[in-house]
């Protein structure tokens, strides 16, 4: 048999799933708690053992493995104009699996690189100026984080023009100091492939080591990327298809954790209506976001907040309930629902978590008021069209109404102007496989897309 | 010789898209890089563009009769943001009834507008006037 091994670690569980590449099927999954402090391995190991291995022993042709564990990739991206360079270089983080900590526009004052050291990132992507627009602040800011006193792993991605001359200048201090195509190359175009590959990259070849994850690349061939760069992968493939294998087409999943909520479209979501005038920044066919004040557990008292009477509203409960039930949580971040409450409680937050995130993740409809009468301004995606919403992520997969909880998603006609999938069929990553079909999409993309196609269930 | 940079686009609550493309052939032609942000542009974004690609000139355009309150403290953002020195352009209906387009004229040079056209303008006349404005 030929099995191929796909690991996530993930910052609490590493999760293993092993995959018969000819049957094109799922031999077993498991998960054990993820060991970053002793060796990786051994978290590692404890879920492989959890997986009856054949007598013949196991025939692993390939071992690949993403990570989100240590931190997950934690970057710093900077800018010029917020709106424009900065913004572009926080999307372009975001789609390499990134959890941007911090987003700076304009010239880096001694103050940013006190942030800088405090929260530690593990790679800063430098943008700023259109290809052959502003050159000052790329140069100015390759000079400013060259006063850094720690070394850091850096891309630049800003005004082509003086890439090399402020690689020169940062290299003085850092290393590697990778040089990618603008991911604002004109403005109002948004170009974040190259930045992306550059991030992965850089990765691979340091993050993985700086993190002590290389222990396990003596078992393993290499740990591709991180774990939300290998879910998108997965979901551009099933919306995209391979070869002659058809996708599902244009979709969003969702993926609800305990301390964010990722958001995931692969879809144009160019205006559904005739005379809507796009504004803003162009989004990236394959977007995501992440909303680290929308959890389950670590980040329940946010979400909590942020949903405010919206939850109340749908619990019809007291305060003193809600209080309680936020207080369990919270002390213990593992609880699976015990009562009939808690898992009431459950659906609502996970419910309003998926409202909200999708809220923030589609684009806004907005109306001006003209001499000609009214005109639509489109902002972002308007995804109202899009035919499909496929949930993933701990409270998804273990509760007994996944439904109930991704119809957050859906569009709300008393918030019109807010562009959410009007007439969505929902689907489930019942095995909770999409990061392993990212990684197995390196290898088998094929195999990969026909397997999501058979495990990942229609509600 | 260096091939400078303007930003061109209709201000306001303005959706004038024809003279809008037009403009931009014609500044195309004449051998500038034209930025155009389109219609319904906001003072923020006129600015936010000329200082990514570093542009020499904002071109405003009014067709609707709102321009004097649509322009009012453009200048003024432009000092605040650092580019304070930029040419600024401004053309179309600019005010609204039968007015003396002196009386405009004054209105916007004391904006902060560098140069002022009245309705009927031609393209050339401002390609012109940038030329030398900017030395070329």
Same mark, same amino acid.
């Given at each position: ?13 590493? &999760? ?107 790679? #800063? ?204 949580? &919270? ?74 909880? #991704? ?46 196609? &058979? ?5 | ?100 387009? @002196? ?20 393209? @050339? ?12």
């Amino acid at each position: 048999m030929q099995a191929v091994l796909l690991i996530d670690f993930g910052s609490t569980y590493t &999760k293993v799933t092993i995959v018969d590449l000819a049957r094109e099927e799922i031999i077993g999954t498991a998960q054990a708690g993820t060991t970053i402090e002793t060796n990786i391995m051994d978290g590692l190991k404890a879920a492989l053992t959890q997986i009856p291995e054949p007598l013949e022993g196991w025939n692993f042709v390939r071992k690949l493995a993403c990570s989100s564990a240590a931190g997950g990739l934690k970057m710093i991206a900077s800018g010029l104009v917020k709106e424009l360079t900065a913004e572009a270089a926080r999307r372009a983080a975001l789609g390499a699996g990134a959890r941007v900590l911090q987003v700076f526009s304009y010239e880096l004052t001694t103050q940013d690189l006190d942030k800088i050291i405090s929260s530690q990132p593990d790679i #800063l992507l430098l943008a700023g100026g259109t290809d052959g627009g502003n050159k000052e602040v790329l140069l100015k800011n390759a000079e400013m984080l060259s006063r850094l006193t720690i070394r850091l792993p850096v891309v630049i991605a800003g005004n082509k023009v003086v890439s090399e001359q402020a690689a020169d200048i940062l290299r003085k201090q850092h290393d590697p100091v990778v040089v990618s195509e603008n991911v604002m190359p004109e403005l109002g175009v948004l170009s974040v492939e190259s930045a992306r590959l550059a991030i992965r990259d850089v990765f691979f070849t340091h993050i993985i080591k700086a993190k002590g994850l290389d222990k396990a690349e003596e078992f393993l061939e290499r740990i591709m990327m991180p774990t939300p760069a290998a879910v998108l992968s997965a979901a551009e493939l099933l919306a995209q298809g391979h070869g002659s294998e058809r996708g599902m087409g244009e979709m969003m999943i969702v993926d609800v954790g305990g301390a964010t909520t990722d958001v995931h479209s692969i879809a144009k979501g160019d205006p559904s209506k005739p005379s809507v005038m796009l504004k803003g920044l162009p989004e990236p066919f394959a977007k995501r976001s992440v909303e680290g004040d929308l959890g389950m557990r670590y980040s329940s008292e946010a979400l909590v907040e942020t949903a405010g009477r919206r939850l109340f509203n749908y619990l019809g409960w007291t305060d003193d309930k809600v209080a309680y039930q936020l207080g369990l949580c &919270k002390e213990d971040p593992w609880r699976i629902p015990q009562t009939q409450d808690e898992t009431k409680f459950d659906v609502a937050m996970g419910r309003m978590a998926v409202s909200l995130a999708v809220d923030r993740h589609v684009g806004t409809l907005e109306v001006v008021y003209t001499p000609f009468g009214a005109t639509y301004v489109q902002h972002g995606k308007d995804l109202t069209q899009l035919p499909v919403v496929i949930g993933t992520g701990g409270v998804l997969l273990y509760h007994p109404d996944a439904s109930e909880i #991704l119809r957050g998603a859906v569009f709300n006609p008393e918030e019109p102007t807010i562009l959410k999938p009007q007439k969505a069929h929902f689907y489930l990553d019942k095995e909770y496989i999409l990061a392993a079909m990212g990684l197995l999409r390196e290898v088998a993309p094929q195999v990969a897309l026909r397997m999501m196609k &058979k495990y990942v269930i229609k509600l | 010789m260096e091939q400078k940079t303007l930003v061109l686009g209709v201000i306001g609550s303005d959706v004038h898209a024809v003279g809008n493309r037009i403009l931009d052939f014609a500044f195309t032609q004449a051998g500038f890089k034209v930025i155009n942000i389109g219609v319904l542009a906001t003072q923020e974004e006129f600015i936010h563009a000329a200082i990514e690609t570093n542009a020499d000139v904002l071109l405003v355009s009014s067709l609707y009769g709102h321009g004097e309150m649509d322009c009012r403290g453009l200048r003024e953002k432009c000092q605040e943001t650092g580019i304070g020195n930029i040419l600024m352009y401004v053309g179309g209906n600019l005010v609204i009834g039968k007015q003396d387009f @002196e009386s405009v004229r004054e209105r916007f040079l004391d904006m902060g507008f560098n140069r002022v056209y009245p309705p009927g303008t031609m393209p @050339e006349s401002p390609i012109a006037d940038l030329r030398r404005d900017l030395g070329i």
